[in-house]
């Protein structure tokens, strides 16, 4: 078996740190970051984290061969599909021993170098500062953040050119801004109809009646095409440790 791809390639030897994205399912009770796949696994250490393979392989992980490793992806923009409430993203730091692919990477250590408070933890001023104080306590060398867009500008993408790689963000978030936006526009073009003067619907012809038809079916149209794009295409596996 192969690696993922996306997360596949030759094992490489990178000079320095690699910085990458992922999710993590935030644990209240002791502010551990377990993975999202895998969780039976443990969660992260917060000295750095040691890949092993979840499957039970003798081999050195990452493996060619395997899917195992510590994923990254290379763009925050593709760290954001969420699995349940509860998840976080983190920008972690890999080093040693790589597999380098095209949308992330698969690496042998790596740490948790910044994190944001769960979603619902940020407008709770009592739960925030104790998700804050869990977290400082358990990855005392991470930085906790109370917004994912400060951590993201604070900890951008490093461009890794130089090794051939092309860090290219993920074009879902537009669709799902797009698909929300025609969705609303159409309701509201709906609920307008209600605004009318009185007699306006019976007085309206069949060439009107057609075009508010071909309207509507315009609308359907559209919004299938856009949800059909609001996920990245199956190219990878998620992550496993």
Same mark, same amino acid.
């Given at each position: 078996? !192969? *690696? ?31 993975? !999202? ?19 039970? *392989? ?13 994923? *990254?992806?290379?763009? &925050? ?11 976080? !993203? ?15 990477? +698969? ?17 709770? &001023? ?29 900890? =951008?993408?490093?461009?890794? +050119?130089?090794? *051939?790689?092309?860090?290219? &963000?993920? !074009? ?33 012809? =069949? ?21 059909? +794009?609001?996920?990245? &295409? =199956? ?7």
């Amino acid at each position: 078996m !192969t *690696g993922p791809f996306g997360f596949d390639g030759s094992p490489a030897l990178v000079p320095r740190e690699l910085r990458g994205y992922r999710r993590f399912r935030f644990v209240d009770l002791d502010g551990s970051l377990l993975p !999202t796949v895998y969780s039976s696994c443990g969660p992260w250490s917060g000295d750095g984290e040691h890949a092993i393979c979840a499957d039970g *392989g003798d081999h050195a992980a990452p493996d060619p061969q395997c899917g195992c490793g510590l994923y *990254g992806w290379y763009h &925050p923009s593709r760290a954001t599909a969420s699995s349940g409430f509860g998840e976080v !993203t983190a920008v972690i730091s890999a080093q040693g021993r790589s597999i380098l692919g095209d949308d992330g990477f +698969r690496a042998a250590r790596a740490r948790v170098e910044a994190v944001a408070l769960p979603f619902g933890a940020r407008f709770r &001023p009592r739960e925030c500062a104790r998700s804050r104080q869990l977290l400082g306590a358990r990855y005392p060398h991470a930085e906790v953040y109370r917004s994912r867009r400060r951590m993201v500008r604070e900890h =951008p993408p490093v461009d890794l +050119r130089e090794l *051939g790689i092309t860090v290219r &963000p993920s !074009t879902v978030p537009r669709y799902v801004r797009s698909a929300l936006g025609v969705w609303l526009l159409g309701i509201l073009l709906i609920y307008s109809v209600a605004l009318l003067p009185s007699g306006a619907l019976s007085r309206a012809g =069949p060439a009107a009646w057609l075009g508010v038809l071909g309207g509507f079916v315009l609308w359907q149209v559209l919004l299938v095409w856009l949800a059909t +794009r609001c996920s990245d &295409p =199956p190219r990878v596996r998620p992550p496993r440790r």
